[in-house]
């Protein structure tokens, strides 16, 4: 009776130390402890299937394998690091066998093994065995242990899995909502919490602001050193504009090399808000254009930044960012001042911009331009040569001025096809010129080539193949540049201009004195004509200054061999003091307008 009762009491004591505690290690180590007292063991181990990162698992498999998880020493003595290892490969070669429980005697020594189920081995060392009756009554506990740990890994790894979970769902949506290279805000995230800001300051009645803010040179880098550099100068940007603002303030980047700003809680004063942002501004400006410095060198950047006030949900997240990065195009347009604030005029000048560029692109599809020429003389009045001026017959508004679409092509691109087509079709008039009896004097067309066009690869075989595509004398061609070549590629331009000098066609410099006049660059380019700007014409037996300038550009046209011809010439007593100050070739309305093709060929006779 006294043995059936202290086999219940270990029963009793040994399924309480099981209890229902979740945490897995807790557990065991309360269990081995009193198992080590209730059943007088020396030592008392648990083994378990374990995974690659050593997280308990059910089974044995390729991926797991049986390792000590924990001992508790009921003597002082404990285990050394040999005999835990010979214990491992015994516990090990157990767990491969069929059989629930087994008892070896080693070294005076009793091991009692008990399984787990496939989770895991029991073990208890005692220096006697242990009664038949006691070995009789374990499996009922051993029973109870099998199924609270497989309980307690069950909700440990149901655990892990919500906790795994959740930090994929976070990355997933740090990911979507956050730039990989630089961790601002993309442009999704940046339109969900101006939204917010929207409303938070409708509410609130303060006033918020957008930034747009734009680099410039920045392409050159990724071009000159590689986008890995690039990526560096842009993460350092990134660091610099969160250091320029507060921890307040929303930052994204928005595309490419586009950052968006958001500025909200500034006072509901209007002048208030603006000191604010204007001081905001000129950080920005300043922190963004300082020098970086990489191991690969130092580069510089310029910015320019457009901005947009709110101060209730009259308009959406997405109107204005729109309007801030209207505005940032137009200060980088107009390159004087680093900030402009969004207007209205500003949005109806983009769309008139949009629409001209549509219309610009069916007109070349609907071959609705053409050339007229403007006819040039000497002071004899013999006809000398003409200049092909594009002219655009809208089918609805008729003729357009080229000073509202010729920039808006230079934009947009569409110069380089208007240029092949006035290069073309110049070519073809000259054709029909030339199957004309043409006066002695009539020596050539000039057509006018853009800085864009006279950089591309292809431009000067273009000339050339279209010249002899037509089978006219390279002569009877004239290019006329402007002065902005000299702050583009230079190199190129000038190697393309010999090339084709050295072909045969002549160039000649347009409008000069209206740009960037350099004498040093001047001397190198193969041009043998300037053209005087109107604006030095015009009233300039009237006005004295003019006249000096026209007098020292004929000057430096004869010490650089170059012939001179002054264009908008309007009157007679122009005609004469240009012939005083030694300038004998004109283009102007006192000779004639501008003529159609057909108009120029009657003209001639």
């Known amino acids: 009776m006294n043995t059936a009762m202290h086999i219940m009491s270990i029963q009793h004591q040994l399924v309480l130390a099981i209890g229902e505690e979740t945490d897995l290690k807790k557990m065991l180590h309360t269990f081995l402890h009193l198992a080590g007292q209730c059943l007088n063991a020396t030592n008392s181990h648990i083994f378990i299937m374990q995974n690659k990162q050593g997280i308990p698992a059910y089974q044995l498999n390729k991926e797991t394998k049986i390792k000590h998880f924990l001992s508790f020493p009921s003597r002082k003595e404990g285990i050394n690091s040999n005999q835990s290892s010979e214990l491992a490969k015994l516990v090990s070669t157990f767990s ?14 009793f091991y009692y093994f008990f399984k787990l189920n496939e989770f895991g081995v029991f073990v208890i060392e005692r220096k006697d065995a242990l009664s038949k009756e006691i070995q009789s009554a374990l499996p009922q506990v051993i029973n109870k242990l099998t199924n609270s740990c497989i309980a307690s890994i069950n909700y440990h790894t149901m655990v892990f899995e919500i906790k795994m979970r959740k930090e994929v769902e976070e990355k997933i949506r740090y990911q979507a909502s956050h730039d990989d290279l630089t961790g601002l805000y993309n442009r999704m995230e940046v339109q969900r919490c ?21 680099l410039m040179n920045f ?11 690039g990526d560096k100068v842009l993460r350092q940007v990134a660091e610099r504009i969160k250091k320029s603002t507060n921890k307040e303030t929303t930052i994204a980047i928005f595309n490419g ?28 400006v300043h922190t963004i254009e300082r020098p970086f410095e990489l191991s690969e060198g130092h580069f510089s950047l310029s910015c320019y930044i457009g901005y947009e006030r709110f101060t209730d949900d009259s308009k959406t997240a997405q109107d204005i960012i729109k309007n801030a990065s209207i505005a940032m195009y137009e200060a980088f347009k107009k390159a004087k001042d680093k900030a402009l604030a969004y207007k209205l005029v500003m949005s109806e000048q983009l769309n008139q911009h949009i629409r001209y560029t549509k219309e610009i692109k069916q007109a070349l599809i609907n071959n609705d331009f053409e050339l007229h020429y403007q006819p040039q003389f000497d002071h004899l009045y013999n006809m000398i040569g003409a200049e092909a001026l594009l002219r655009w017959n809208h089918p609805t508004r008729g003729y357009e001025s080229p000073a509202v679409y010729i920039p808006i092509a230079e934009e947009s691109d569409l110069i380089i096809e208007i240029g092949n087509y006035v290069l073309e079709q110049a070519c073809r008039d000259i054709k029909r010129l030339r199957q004309t009896e043409l006066p002695t004097s009539f020596q050539q067309v000039s057509i006018n080539i853009s800085a864009k066009q006279l950089v591309k690869r292809d431009f000067v075989t273009n000339v050339i193949s279209t010249v002899s595509k037509y089978q006219i004398p390279p002569s009877s061609l004239k290019i006329e540049i402007t002065e902005s070549i000299m702050i583009g590629n230079l190199e190129q331009s000038i190697t393309g201009l010999n090339t084709l000098l050295k072909f045969g066609v002549a160039c000649a410099i347009d409008d000069f004195g209206t740009g960037y006049s350099s004498l040093a660059y001047l001397k190198r380019l193969p041009a043998n004509l300037l053209k005087i700007d109107r604006s030095f014409v015009t009233d300039i037996h009237l006005d004295q200054s003019n006249k000096a300038i026209i007098s020292m550009i004929i000057q430096l046209a004869k010490s650089l061999s170059m012939e ?26 006192y000779f004639s ?9 009657e003209y001639k006779h």
């Open 194 to 214: 101006l939204t917010a800001a929207i409303k938070a300051t409708t509410t609130e009645k303060k006033t918020g602001y957008v930034l747009s803010i734009d």
């Open 219 to 229: 392409k050159s880098i990724n071009d000159a050193v590689g986008y890995h550099v």
């Open 96 to 109: 491969e066998h069929e059989a629930r429980s087994k008892i070896l005697h080693l070294n005076s020594t």
């Open 564 to 589: 001179v011809i002054a264009e908008g010439v309007e009157t007679e007593k122009e005609v004469n003091c240009l012939i005083e100050l030694g300038c004998y070739k004109f283009q102007g309305y």
């Open 257 to 284: 090399h586009e950052f968006i700003l958001i500025i909200d809680q500034l006072p509901a004063n209007k002048m208030k808000a603006q000191l604010i942002i204007g001081d905001i501004i000129a950080e920005i």
């Open 593 to 601: 307008r501008p003529i159609t093709f057909d108009k120029l060929l």
